[in-house]
DNA sequence: AAGGAAAATGGCAGCGCTGCCATTATTGGC
DNA sequence: GCCAATAATGGCAGCGCTGCCATTTTCCTT
């Protein structure tokens, strides 16, 4: 069932037409090694003529040298990782490198399927999502020669490149900025922390922060499922049911906590002064609403556009640390 | 400074290890025409032994077919593209199938650039947005003999293949709407058309439809750039203070219309008697506001995910109309 | 005008695999 | 136990390009 290509034009026939050498319309495309004005003149006459479309299949095994990057993501319902590409793919377009991606869905199995799949097109990198791998990836990613660049989570240890931030960092400072407030009964809403291990990462050094300030944490409701804006409302009515007293919440995202502010908002609960909302991204549209939301910023496409450019320029293993910015915000 | 792979294991050195001649290895590793069980169990042994990753840029070129599918889409930061992604790669990866993406700004000049570095990769199929396409665009799709699927537009003649559905429709259907509900003093917001053409066919239609019912659109605001909850707010505070009797508001997609939405809240706007709004996605934070999203839900994963299956079936050319659900909501 | 460096060009092996065909091993029927 | 099917298997050309090397042409110098 797989398509088979038709009639195309190659490099030979192009170099009939001109009346030169393969070698010489080889040189003429990729402008490099010497050649006449006039030569090159006829060639891309030729090859504006016939239509030619150079084969980078082709190319590239001749070569064994790849432009593709190959993206092995959780997900792409999480802006996170739409936002990563989008940084990445700025800088890969410039460079005539190609991008490849496909979906784990958090599942580490499906991961490791999904980087041998990828690791089959022999890419020049493989760009996934933090440092939990199974030993499988990682060996296979080791064994491959291909850089890798671990994203968006800097606690742990590299294989090679890694580019973002520290999550727990962003859970600790998200625990003092609340305390400094004045805040003691704080609870937490998340998603599925076994899944999302960045998340996971955030929620633990908060409460780490928590317990070292004396004010554990109040509560926490845990929602099966990825972070919604929906399953974030449900979780703060579900927490506040239970736990009334609270004075914040945590949340694992932007998305989350937003649904907590409409609950908020629809119930009549004034924030702050009832309760403090806090969240985890930054997204643009926690800056629109009534009362910024306050929340941690996260480079996202930053860290897409600085893996791409260490991957472009073939750079040292290294870790690049991108920081994030804490929002004061309306809402804590 | 591109990559070279290192000292990679071939077909033949796993065929050398196995003592079995390369064709067996090939036909053992795709289950594909006849072989004996024990020479599969050694093949598979040396297979791991070796830690051997066929190499698919070498077997695409080999059988000129290819598993690779194409994506040109304009943006990654409207959720839209995400979304048709996901639909997509979920169906593409359980047939063994490579995305590979480009992303034009909705800059046709840019997408005519990037068809062409997409199809020197000789895809299965190109997937693009909509039918606006310059003219070069085409004749070099055409002359590609690859798939091509126009998607999440039916107002134009499709190509090949084209899954969505129509945008004058949804602009219709929205301005009945609004119009049925009573309202007659009808603004609109809305971000760059001439790039989205996609939300100026809706503009367009929507206008149309309000014409026909004697109540043509009674102001506009468009902004400069990208749709966005800030631009969406921005976008009603100019509207109203030009025109502040307006009793609806209809909005290029969601985002615009959470950020009239929040200005409404933030400026004691009764919505929906005092100022409806309407918006276009159904994006799912739109049901968990307060009052929820007056909107149509355009199928988005649906339309990634049809026209990967058509694609992966080899399908004949056609147009599938997976048509949109208008929601009622309560803020029109 | 001759000599030599530099520029321009062509030829061809080979990247790692698949597809085709030829060959050899098995199997079953009577 | 013999012959025809059928199953297994190996050999090798060739997919379209690049990289290397050899060759030819051009351009200076003196």
């Known amino acids: 069932m797989e398509f088979k290509h038709q009639a195309t034009v190659t490099l030979a026939e192009v170099a009939e037409a001109a009346g030169v050498g ?4 080889s040189r003429v495309l ?17 090859v504006e003529r016939l239509g030619y479309v150079p084969n980078r ?15 092995v993501i959780p997900s792409l319902s999480n802006i996170v990782f739409p936002d990563v590409l989008r940084g990445a793919s700025a800088v890969l377009e410039e460079n005539r490198y190609q991008a490849v991606f496909s979906v784990t869905d958090y599942d580490p199995g499906k991961e490791e399927a999904l980087a041998a799949a990828m690791l089959a097109w022999r890419p020049a990198a493989v760009m996934l999502a933090g440092y939990e791998h199974t030993e499988g990836t990682v060996k296979m990613l080791r064994a491959s020669g291909c850089r890798i660049v671990e994203l ?7 294989l ?14 998200s625990a003092a900025f609340l305390l400094k407030r004045g805040y003691r009964r704080i609870g937490y809403v998340g ?10 990462k955030r929620f633990s050094a908060f409460c780490e922060t928590l317990g070292a300030h004396d004010a554990p944490l109040a509560d926490r409701e845990i929602l099966a499922g990825a972070s919604s804006v929906e399953n974030g409302r449900l979780g703060l009515e579900r927490l506040l049911a239970r736990t009334p007293d ?10 989350m906590a937003l649904g907590g502010y409409f609950h908020c908002l629809a119930r009549g609960i004034a924030i702050p002064s009832q309760l403090a909302i806090f969240g985890y991204n930054g997204l643009d549209i926690g800056r629109a609403t009534p009362q910024p939301l306050s929340t941690i910023r996260t480079p996202r496409v930053a860290t897409g556009h600085v893996a791409a450019q260490l991957v472009v320029a073939n750079a040292p293993p290294q870790v690049v640390d991108l920081g994030f910015e804490l929002i004061e915000g309306a809402t804590a």
Chains 1, 2 share one sequence.
């Open 246 to 255: 609270l004075d914040a919440v945590y949340f694992s995202n932007d998305d």
């Open 30 to 46: 990729r402008n490099h090694g010497s050649f006449s004005g006039k030569t090159r003149d006829r060639v891309m006459a030729a």
């Open 160 to 173: 090679d490149l890694a580019v973002g931030f520290s999550n727990r960092a962003a859970g600790r400072e």
């Open 152 to 158: 968006l989570d800097l606690d742990g240890d590299a």
């Open 22 to 25: 393969e070698s010489t319309v």
């Open 57 to 71: 299949i082709a190319g590239t095994l001749a070569s064994t040298a790849s432009r593709l990057v190959a993206f």
């Open 191 to 200: 998603h599925d922390l076994n899944r999302d291990t960045r998340a996971g």
